[in-house]
């Protein structure tokens, strides 16, 4: 079974903290990408990464930057984080051809007060 | 620009009645189109891919690409058919992006 991995299901930070968000697949995917859901917004695009130190913004990248130095790790950094950074994350991997299916996380549920 | 368009934030069906969940999308390469679903609290899954042609949980979807749309259908809803449902549309491999979703909730 594919697993991705994200390092915590809830988070409460402070506004002005440095945050950092873990995620680990074990399927030796290429790409990687973080996901913020909103109830009416759906699943919105951070980032996402098609290889080890490559990276491209997705939608909505202010506020936010990544780090992938190893296949298997992708890291979501909230630089300064704010109350409207408050959400769901999700972070998914799959394969860059063939069989492009999503394989999520389970979400880490973040909330900046 | 790439976009998915789900048009239904919210769908309310009778147990028993058919259900389509509507989805479009804009993409000028070939596109590759998914549905994904999470129930109350799981993790998002796949439901299908336009490429498998097949039927999960008797849901099934098929690809217009002359009306860029690539709609859910389900012929007789059940209630643990309840749940969160995204179209999808990945791009070339790399890039996936997902509509805004559609909650489904079948009704006894």
């Known amino acids: 079974d594919v697993k991705v991995t994200q390092s915590s299901r809830y988070l409460v930070k402070r506004t002005g903290e440095k945050v950092f968000l873990e995620c680990v697949q074990d399927?030796?995917?290429?790409?990687m990408f973080w996901y913020r859901q909103d109830p009416g917004l759906g699943l919105r695009l951070i980032y996402f990464?098609?290889?080890?130190?490559?990276?491209e913004k997705g939608d909505i990248p202010e506020g936010y930057s990544v780090s992938r130095e190893k296949k298997e790790r992708f890291s979501l950094i909230l630089e300064s984080a704010s109350t409207n950074q408050t959400s769901m994350y999700l972070c998914?991997?799959?394969?860059?051809?063939?069989?492009?299916?999503?394989?999520f996380g389970q979400g880490t549920r973040l909330t900046v007060v | 620009a790439q976009r998915v368009t789900q048009p239904e934030k919210l769908l309310s069906v009778f147990k028993g009645a058919p259900v389509e969940l509507k989805c479009n999308y804009s993409y000028s390469g070939s596109p590759e189109l998914f549905w994904y679903v999470q129930y109350s609290r799981q993790r998002l899954q796949l439901l299908l891919r336009h490429i498998s042609r097949e039927s999960i949980k008797g849901f099934t979807a098929d690809l217009n690409k002359g009306e860029t749309s690539f709609h859910l259908k389900k012929p007789f809803a059940q209630e643990e058919d309840s749940a969160m449902y995204y179209c999808a549309l990945s791009t070339g491999g790399f890039k996936t992006i997902f509509g805004a979703g559609t909650r489904l909730f079948v009704k006894a």
């Open positions: 399927m030796d995917h290429e790409n």
């Open positions: 998914a991997s799959s394969y860059r051809g063939g069989n492009t299916e999503a394989f």
């Open positions: 990464s098609y290889d080890v130190k490559m990276k």
